[in-house]
């Protein structure tokens, strides 16, 4: 049964930054994509960022030049580097896990995490 179990959300002023983690277990696939999107209220869900087991990434152009997305192989974790954060980024964050090939639409993934909110006040 996989598992993924995000934290790191909190409150930040405007031009901050957080770090969100993933914790996955009971993953088997060396050939796999993680991810990690987002849902404001009223809002659909959309996806930030993705990285594939082969080490290729992929981010949202709101967020490029802002955030990184990483992943720590040896502790099963996977990371999003926040930087100058602003409001717009207010929103419930989701770690994902899928087979094979990455894409940047939450319908394609099966696997969530529970989501951490980031709030960024002006």
């Known amino acids: ?17 957080l770090t969100l983690s993933c914790a996955a277990s009971g993953y088997t696939s060396s050939n796999y994509c993680m991810g990690w999107f987002r849902q404001a209220p009223g809002k659909e869900r959309e996806g930030v960022a ?49 087979r094979n090939w990455c894409y940047l639409s939450s319908s394609a993934f099966n696997y969530w995490g529970q989501g951490t909110q980031v709030t960024v006040s002006s």
Request: aromatic fraction near 6%; charge should be neutral.
């Open 1 to 17: 049964q996989v598992q993924l179990v995000e934290s790191g959300g909190g409150s930040v002023q405007a031009g901050g930054s």
């Open 50 to 98: 993705t990285i594939h087991s082969g080490g290729v990434t992929s981010l949202t152009d709101s967020v490029k030049g802002r955030f990184t997305i990483s992943k720590d192989n040896a502790k099963n974790t996977l990371y999003l580097q926040m930087n100058s954060l602003n409001p717009e980024d207010t929103a419930v964050y989701y770690c994902a896990a899928k």
